[in-house]
């Protein structure tokens, strides 16, 4: 063996042999094993009836879609082939991801639509008002073709003093949505057009891919200037459409709805002219009979004199009638109020309550002195009873009290004291002391 090759070396020559043939290359298949971890990306398997090879989308790259990927969904990819080496696979990196089919397209359709009306994109309240004559109007359109030419016929015949900017942009491919998304932009920045029309003729939904774009419709959503949807026939629905601020049928339709009709517009300011006419005419004629009705008033001025004057003579009379009755009503209200407060007054009530004071007075001195009399009887009596049973009465005719010391107990009888004792002698005046020398018992 001449060259004995690293796993590392092997590997490097792989990823370099790969990765410069397959630079930049379209595959398609069918998603399965979808996974988004928290980085944002997307992995998943693209396989096919026989093979199947990984893939991943990164966040950036996955953001521009106007779809949301699925297992089973068939798709076509815009990728590169990469080698990681630590694990010695290879894989796809896609940048770009179209769906294969009518139903993915579709599906495709009702996942953008469903997002876009949650966020509020297809709401009245957003929707701008049309001018009614716009000067200058903005066509983003195809240059070549039916439709530009069919705009051009119209606005011409119909009002052909409008000025029409053609901004040519590509309506079918991949890099139609940034066209038209720039176009719409320049001509917002430019802000010399009154409205835009968006126009496309019909096609397939693969034809009319770039306005189901998530890109073009918030280019359309956030637009100052007014936009006309005129994509497709009839039948045909887009994201463009339910964003602008107006739909029309077809593209004939949008330049009729953009611009009014010359000959409509000149009857109608035909009619108006006339109506106004009219109004000025029986608005002159209601002036000039009012005019001649206040010349007859004015041409004899003493009969509005004088009915001033027996007005003015009515009114005083009145006045005098009123202010007499008035002063009368007031006259006698207030001789009810005076007899009343007579009635009230509080002189008769003092007399009154004087008159009972003084009964009350003179009763209380009389019964005041009777009382005094009565306890002054029966104190005298109680006294003289007192006194009679007083001790000091009974002392008072020479007896005496006798206690014995120290003790101070009377004594009532001779077995109670001894002899040599002291004793306390009460009279009637004083008292002494004296010691017992000598006891008798009778």
Not at 138 to 164: C, E, H, K, Y
Not at 303 to 329: C, F, K, P
Not at 330 to 348: D, E, I, Q, W, Y
Request: with cysteine; charged share 30%; net charge positive.
């Amino acid at each position: 063996m001449k060259e004995i090759l690293s796993v590392t070396e092997l590997t490097l020559r792989i990823k370099f042999l790969l990765e410069a043939n397959f630079e930049v290359f379209w595959v398609e298949g069918e998603v399965s094993n979808l996974r988004r971890p928290g980085s944002g990306h997307a992995y998943f398997t693209l396989k096919d009836e026989t093979c199947q090879i990984r893939a991943v989308i990164f966040r950036t790259d996955l953001r521009s879609l106007s779809f949301e990927l699925e297992d089973g969904m068939q798709v076509i990819l815009r990728a590169r082939l990469n080698v990681y080496e630590p694990r010695g696979e290879y894989q796809l990196i896609a940048d770009a991801v179209e769906p294969k089919g009518l139903g993915a397209l579709q599906k495709a359709f009702e996942q953008l639509k469903a997002r876009l009306q949650e966020e509020g994109l297809f709401d009245a309240k957003h929707k701008k008002q049309i001018p009614a004559v716009p000067r200058n109007i903005g066509v983003v359109t195809s240059p070549t073709g039916a439709v530009i030419r069919d705009i051009l016929n119209i606005t011409g015949r119909r009002f052909p003093s409008v000025n029409i900017l053609i901004v040519p942009v590509r309506v079918q491919g991949l890099d139609a949505p940034m066209e038209i998304v720039e176009a719409i932009e320049n001509l917002n920045a430019w802000g010399k057009v009154d409205v835009i029309i968006l126009a496309r003729g019909g096609g397939s939904l693969e034809d009319l891919a770039p306005f189901n774009d998530e890109r073009v419709a918030r280019a359309v959503f956030r637009s100052r200037i007014p936009v006309i949807s005129a994509v497709g026939h009839e039948i045909d629905f887009t994201i463009a459409d339910l964003v602008a601020d107006l739909r029309a049928p077809t593209p004939s339709a949008a330049a009729e709805l953009a611009v009014p009709d010359r000959r409509e517009l000149r009857e109608s300011v035909g009619a108006l002219y006339l109506r106004m006419c009219r109004v000025c005419r029986r608005d002159l004629e209601d002036r000039r009979e009012k005019f001649s009705f206040l010349l007859e008033r004015l041409r004899d001025p003493r009969r509005l004199i004088a009915d001033m004057r027996l007005r003015i003579d009515d009114r005083s009379n009145q006045l005098a009638t009123a202010l007499a009755n008035r002063l009368a009503a007031v006259k006698g209200r207030f001789s009810l109020l005076k007899n009343h407060l007579r009635l009230l007054s509080p002189a008769a009530t003092i007399r009154e309550r004087r008159f009972i004071v003084e009964n009350f007075h003179k009763n209380m001195v009389a019964a005041w002195f009777l009382f005094r009399e009565r306890v002054g009887k029966r104190l005298a009596t109680d006294t003289a009873v007192l006194d009679s049973l007083s001790p000091l009465a009974v002392l008072g005719r020479g007896y005496g009290i006798v206690r014995r010391l120290p003790e101070g107990t009377i004594l009532r009888e001779t077995g109670s004291i001894a002899a040599g004792d002291d004793v306390m002698v009460k009279l009637y005046v004083g008292r002494f002391q004296a010691r017992v020398v000598k006891i008798e018992e009778r």
